[in-house]
């Protein structure tokens, strides 16, 4: 589990789910998502005081679970296929879980949120493959 392929995987996809998110969500898409969250989901938001240790840390977990699974179950040649996969499993499965269980954002933020999702893991696998 700990070889070097594991490991320059996991800290691969780290570096794109950490830095990746950060600039999505914090400066490309950021007025966007204001826009579509709803008011009880954003009094929720730390804000300034986010702690970047969680955030780091469940990066690098995520990560390391991709990796593993990559490693265990993918076709080595299709990193972006992986990542696009594991991506509709997070951005549709547990995004349509939320949408139904929580007032978190209306349905065109949820939906575009979906789409990021699936795009934004197929990059992650498809960096995870190259460093593999």
């Not at 950060?22 to 579509?36: E, N, R």
């Not at 938001?45 to 995520?62: C, I, K, P, Y």
Request: proline residues 0%; glycine residues 14%; hydrophobic residues 55%.
């Amino acid at each position: 589990m700990f070889t070097k392929s594991h490991l320059l995987g996991t800290l691969g996809g780290f570096l794109v789910l950490f830095l990746g998110g950060w600039l999505y969500y914090d400066m490309l898409a950021k007025g966007f998502y204001d826009a579509h969250t709803s008011q009880a989901a954003a009094a929720l938001m730390r804000g300034e005081d986010t702690n970047l240790f969680f955030v780091a840390l469940g990066s690098l977990v995520q990560a390391c679970v991709m990796t593993s699974l990559y490693d265990k179950l993918a076709d080595k040649g299709n990193g972006l296929k992986f990542g696009a996969f594991f991506g509709l499993f997070v951005g549709f499965g547990i995004g349509l879980l939320n949408y139904g269980l929580m007032d978190f954002m209306d349905m065109t933020g949820a939906l575009v949120d979906f789409i990021w999702s699936i795009v934004f893991y197929a990059i992650t696998g498809w960096v995870m493959a190259i460093v593999y």
